[in-house]
């Protein structure tokens, strides 16, 4: 085994775990899960037959990773954070097939107790804050926060805030790397120095 798993954890036969990752406290992983490397699950996480978790992400304590949920590279689930995978469910009515397809893209961070409503995607490197309800689709790079979810600003790839309007056209510098970021017809690209 090339990975680490706690002695309470559940890991059913068939799931795809990759090297140096680690399973902690009493997760559950089911059968089809495919998890990639470098892949932290922390305390109580479950992670479905149809889920996806890519290289190098974080999962904290208490967040399901259902169905037809797609991480990709380096994205972080603060704790307790929660995804769907059916808009309008009910006890009594059997949804399986309706199952919507989730997608956080490369460096997204969902902030703890955020809620991410199924059939959406959130964008590579953008920032949910804590306790947010995202239900629309997340631009790369973007500033969340509230219930329902507004876009408040703009985030670099090392997670510092952006001293950009929301539109319009504009340069700024992360105080972290120095990299450029640039606005321009609502989208934010990336200059590596």
């Known amino acids: 085994m090339s990975y680490f798993a706690h002695p309470s954890a559940i890991i059913d036969e068939g799931a795809e775990i990759g090297e140096e990752s680690r399973v902690w406290h009493f997760a559950h992983i089911c059968a089809g899960a495919r998890i990639g490397r470098g892949v932290s699950l922390g305390q109580n996480v479950f992670v479905g037959n149809r889920a996806i978790i890519g290289d190098l992400c974080k999962v904290q304590n208490n967040v399901s990773v259902y169905d037809n949920v797609t991480l990709e590279s380096g994205v972080f689930c603060g704790p307790s954070m929660v995804f769907t995978n059916v808009y309008n469910p009910r006890a009594l009515v059997d949804r399986k097939d309706e199952f919507r ?3 956080v893209r490369t460096g997204a961070t969902l902030g703890a107790n955020c809620t991410i409503v199924c059939g959406v995607t959130v964008g590579a490197f953008a920032f949910i804050g804590a306790g ?8 790369d790079f973007a500033l969340m926060v509230g219930v329902p979810a507004r876009h408040v600003g703009w985030m670099s790839a090392s997670g510092e805030r952006l001293n950009l309007p929301l539109d319009g056209t504009a340069e700024a510098l992360c105080q972290h790397t120095g990299e450029r970021y640039r606005l321009s017809g609502g989208q934010i690209t990336r200059e590596a120095v």
């Open 101 to 103: 397809n989730t997608l």
């Open 132 to 139: 947010a309800v995202v239900n629309a689709d997340v631009p």
